[in-house]
């Protein structure tokens, strides 16, 4: 990229362009002032603060996946706290129980009663799930192997976005008057239009946790899902991750092709004792892709191919800035953060105080 091109390109992400007189263009991507500014109103952006500390202006679902849950209890609770419907996807609802039940300081159980238990029931302890239909969860069962039980989850959060779903519902009808086999997503395909224009009003996101560890054709799975039509409806809102996978070491999202900011509070990363940013990678997963420009990591990419098949990769990478990083692409691209849950929660305790 011309060197008058960057210089152009950079007035349009840092909001303060005076910063530029004082640095040499090619060598900005390592000076934490940069990023220090928050960025224009034009720039999509997200702050990692809003997943992980409760604030947040979105309807929110929380997804619960079948395997272990072995996030802090701290992150868990606000991450919950802050979601608007809470769905356990099959053998997730064990997951959620053994969590609350014993990995937790105290048995928690009856604190996080899930408002949605679907899947195909294949993998799932009916005293577990006698527990929760017991304590208010709506327990529906869908016989279709042509979907997922995420993807069977996806129907559910949908459904409840447009605030249809209770229509149907009903305690005294057989599985709470779902149609077994793929009733959730015949209703889920009726809605689709208003659930597209709804979301051009309204934003919204699901956290989905635990979905990327465990086996290796689950994790691509999950991960396709990242690309579905339903999370790339053009809205008036700027474009924000509308899935976020948070694991046991990292956060895994899809940045829109194009300009894209991720921020995040100072001490996260300024906090040499207890930091809670780590590494990050930026993976083309699907399909090539080409960075235009990154800003902000240690190391920074200009005119950059990814691919998988070359083995051109972004990984193992850090945060050279002190509260935040832009990526441009041409595509959009997986991004994911590994965190340090544990600093995280203490912070969260300091903030609470």
Not at 99 to 109: L, N
Not at 269 to 286: A, D, M, Q, T, Y
Not at 321 to 327: D, E, Q, R, V
């Amino acid at each position: 990229m011309p060197e008058d091109e960057v210089e152009e390109y950079l007035q349009k992400v840092i909001v303060n362009p005076e910063l530029l007189e004082n640095h040499d263009i090619l060598d900005l991507a390592n000076k934490d002032p940069l990023v220090l500014h928050k960025p224009s109103n034009n720039i999509n952006t997200i702050d990692l603060r809003s997943i992980l500390t409760g604030e947040t202006d979105v309807y929110q679902g929380l997804f619960l996946l079948n395997q272990d849950i072995k996030i802090n209890e701290q992150v868990f609770d606000t991450i919950w706290k802050q979601s608007d419907i809470h769905i356990c996807c099959d053998g997730g609802i064990q997951r959620l129980y053994k969590y609350t039940k014993s990995k937790m300081s105290k048995d928690m159980s009856l604190e996080y009663i899930p408002d949605y238990l679907i899947g195909d029931f294949d993998s799932l302890d009916l005293g577990i799930k006698e527990f929760y239909l017991k304590h208010g969860t709506i327990v529906i069962k869908q016989e279709t192997q042509m979907s997922s039980d995420l993807q069977k989850s996806i129907s559910i959060f949908k459904l409840s976005f447009l605030n249809v779903l209770q229509t149907y519902v009903d305690s005294k009808k057989e599985n709470f008057g779902i149609e077994l086999y793929d009733g959730i997503h015949k209703l889920d395909s009726q809605y689709d239009k208003d659930f597209e224009l709804m979301g051009q009003k309204k934003d919204f996101r699901v956290i989905a946790f635990s979905g990327l560890g465990g086996r290796v054709d689950q994790c691509i799975q999950n991960i396709s899902q990242l690309y579905h039509t339903w999370l790339n409806y053009d809205t008036s809102f700027s474009k924000q991750p509308k899935m976020i996978f948070v694991n046991e070491v990292d956060i895994v999202f899809k940045v829109p092709k194009d300009g894209f900011y991720i921020t995040w509070p100072t001490e996260w990363k300024l906090n040499e004792k207890s930091p809670v940013l780590l590494n990050s990678g930026i993976l083309p997963i699907g399909e090539a892709n080409h960075l235009k420009y990154t800003l902000g990591y240690k190391w920074d990419v200009r005119d950059f191919n990814l691919s998988m098949i070359n083995g051109f990769v972004s990984s193992s990478n850090r945060f050279s800035c002190a509260s935040g990083c832009y990526t441009h692409s041409v595509k959009d691209v997986i991004v994911n953060i590994e965190l340090n849950y544990e600093n995280l929660s203490k912070l969260l305790k300091v903030m609470n105080k």
